[in-house]
């Protein structure tokens, strides 16, 4: 078993074979938003709620890495890429209308460089249905160059095949997902991350469709943790190996309760 497999394999509950991961990368591309102004002690909090893995910056990993520094921590993975996210983006000159969600794409962080930072994975994008097809050719490229030398570094990369393109009106278009998580797939992903399209049977479509372990996002906050928990069971169903959910967890009322909503249906079915 290769480096890059044993630590994606940890990241999988021994008795579920499922991942609960909570996404605290925000801030990279959306700035303080409410709930995260205190990014070290959000992270704290999230750590001693118990998920499977945290996926954060750089940045927060340079500085919140030694939160992690204990026997049966959950995994640090590293956001290893940056994309347009924020309105304050919009109206930057560009060659094209581009300035929409996902519509510039950049990496950040080399594998080598989050191994030393004692990353366990990285998360990557691969964004379908950008305006200007150069931005989604380099995406490809840049993805698979990374995958590769994330292989032979020994780090796995969770790829985030998503359909945030401006050209796309649905994002939860299963047959367009499962295009994107199959491109991951041959691109050399070791997993996917990808929007649960709101019903099992087209979920099923994405999920048959690679030879990866898929892990469903979590989307805009729900004020409400019933349709949240709703959805994440519907997407088990379908046969996702576990969730990365970010803003339902962290800007939740009481956010180490709602991790532990979360984690007894992914690992043991028992939350209503």
Same mark, same amino acid.
């Given at each position: ?5 044993? &630590? ?22 959306? +700035? ?7 990014? !070290? ?26 939160? %992690? ?9 590293? &956001? ?14 560009? &060659? ?28 990557? %994008? ?9 931005? %989604? ?29 401006? &050209? ?7 047959? !367009?997902?499962? %295009? ?88 043991? +079915?028992?939350?209503?």
């Amino acid at each position: 078993m290769s480096g890059a497999n044993l &630590r994606l394999n940890r990241l999988f509950d021994r008795e579920s074979g499922r991942a609960f991961i909570t996404a605290f990368d925000h801030g990279i591309t959306l +700035g303080p938003k409410p709930g995260s102004e205190d990014a !070290l002690g959000v992270l704290e909090k999230i750590i001693n709620a118990g998920p499977d893995g945290i996926l954060i910056s750089p940045g927060v990993m340079k500085q919140g890495g030694h939160l %992690f520094g204990f026997r049966g921590a959950p995994a640090p993975i590293v &956001r290893a890429d940056w994309i347009y996210n924020h309105d304050v983006m919009k109206g930057l000159p560009t &060659r094209l209308q581009d300035t929409a969600q996902g519509e510039h794409w950049r990496v950040v962080l080399q594998p080598e460089e989050a191994l030393q930072m004692g990353a366990d994975a990285i998360t990557m %994008f691969l964004i379908v249905g950008t305006i200007e097809g150069k931005e %989604f050719a380099d995406n490809v490229r840049d993805l698979a160059a990374t995958c590769n030398a994330a292989s032979k570094a020994g780090i796995p990369v969770i790829v985030e095949s998503v359909l945030w393109g401006a &050209r796309m009106d649905d994002q939860r278009d299963a047959e !367009l997902l499962a %295009f994107a998580a199959r491109m991951a797939a041959e691109l050399g992903a070791d997993a996917i991350k990808t929007t649960f399209t709101g019903d099992t049977e087209s979920m099923r479509q994405v999920i048959d469709g690679t030879p990866l372990p898929v892990l469903v996002l979590g989307g805009v906050r729900s004020p409400d943790p019933a349709p949240v928990i709703a959805n994440l069971r519907l997407a088990l169903e379908a046969g996702a190996k576990g969730v990365v959910y970010g803003r339902n967890v962290w800007q939740a009322d009481d956010p180490v309760r709602m991790c532990g909503l979360l984690r007894d249906v992914i690992h043991g +079915g028992r939350a209503e």
